[in-house]
């Protein structure tokens, strides 16, 4: 049976940092990428002309993928680059219609089994205490990021996107959040890959739980409460 775990957080957090790094430690792992840039390439002129129209085809291209993914690989783990609540919290944030039209759907979808729920998620959230890092204003001058979020007032963007993820998945039953802190610097991006890396691996194969003398430290850090 395929597991399935999601990567969600503020734009510029080091989700498809995190990805790549665990392409190369996990076998069996299939990465759906983001599905917004995947969107972006199909409607180029959206993300500037009609952010409302961009976030609908990327609700509607992600429950697509994630559903032709699942039936696709049947065994191994699959690791989405956000995924259908990130999706919902961008459009609790810029359009509350669009919202509640997305929100039945979903639900819907969760309620008939057309679509098999996460795991867990890894929530990716950002120590700003330092202010913005040289690493994280090179992430955000993307194109596509100053397109589609106020990269000018990053903070707020990483609240706002805290509390509006929090609301929506709190509309959904046994929804397993792990909020992982981290530094937006190197150091910091590669100490809690290696700790998300260590944590699938441990609740994927019983052998490496067993032997991985971390996990008393692992269960401290990663509680597996909701956000």
Excluded: W
Excluded at 38 to 57: Q, S
Excluded at 108 to 114: D, F, Q, V
Excluded at 171 to 176: M, Q
């Amino acid at each position: 049976m395929i597991k399935k775990i999601c990567i969600s957080g503020p734009a510029a957090s080091g989700k498809t940092y995190c990805l790549n790094y665990l392409e190369g430690q996990i076998q069996d792992l299939t990465v759906l990428s983001e599905s917004s840039r995947k969107v972006a390439e199909i409607y180029p002129e959206l993300p500037t002309e009609n952010i409302n129209k961009f976030r609908e085809k990327i609700c509607e291209f992600q429950r697509q993928r994630e559903t032709a993914a699942e039936n696709l690989i049947g065994d191994g783990i699959m690791i989405c680059d956000r995924g259908v609540f990130d999706n919902l919290a961008f459009l609790l944030l810029q359009d509350k219609n669009q919202f509640h039209k997305e929100f039945t759907i979903l639900l819907n979808a969760y309620k008939n089994k057309l679509i098999k729920p996460y795991d867990y998620i890894f929530y990716f959230d950002v120590d700003l205490l330092d202010d913005i890092t040289p690493l994280l204003s090179k992430s955000l001058s993307d194109p596509l990021r100053k397109a589609t979020i106020n990269v000018n007032n990053y903070a707020k963007h990483v609240i706002e996107f805290r509390n509006a993820f929090i609301e929506v998945t709190s509309y959904f039953k046994n929804i397993k959040v792990i909020p992982v802190v981290a530094k937006p610097d190197e150091e910091g991006f590669n100490l809690r890959n290696t700790l998300v890396k260590d944590y699938i691996l441990a609740n994927t194969y019983p052998a490496v739980r067993k032997a991985d003398k971390t996990q008393d430290k692992l269960r401290y850090i990663f509680r597996g409460q909701n956000l």
